[in-house]
């Protein structure tokens, strides 16, 4: 069982920055597959980014590719995200998400954060 919890969230005017953090617990953090999702008021949730155990590869979603940046820190176990230039579109909750295994959906998804922009 692997626990996540998110922080950093809070409301910013357009092209403002903020950081989100996700802290996870297990002692094998450095192996999981980590990302983030969002979910924007009436919409699906969507992928945002992901970083994976190995090597650190990344991944992003054209909406916020140049903007945002994944990143971890296995000695602390844990995951940020980087979010830059924000736009109102990219109010939501985001939500950090892990799994074991180097492929396929995510196991593990923690609480939220709510991140707000306002224009």
């Known amino acids: 069982q692997v626990q996540l919890v998110e922080s950093g969230g809070g409301l910013v005017q357009a092209g403002g920055s903020l950081r989100l953090s996700c802290a996870a617990s297990?002692?094998?953090?450095?192996?999981?597959?980590m990302g983030w999702f969002r979910q924007a008021p009436g919409k699906e949730r969507e992928f945002v980014a992901a970083?994976?155990?190995?090597?650190?590869?990344?991944s992003y979603a054209d909406s916020v590719k140049g903007r945002f940046t994944i990143s971890r820190d296995n000695a602390k176990n844990t995951v940020y995200l980087q979010l830059n230039s924000l736009k109102p579109e990219d109010t939501a909750v985001y939500y950090c998400?892990?799994?074991?295994?180097?492929?396929?959906?995510?196991?593990?998804w923690g609480q939220g954060t709510q991140v707000t922009v306002s224009s």
């Open positions: 998400v892990a799994d074991t295994n180097s492929w396929g959906s995510y196991a593990y």
């Open positions: 297990g002692r094998t953090f450095s192996s999981y597959r």
């Open positions: 970083i994976s155990g190995s090597v650190g590869r990344t």
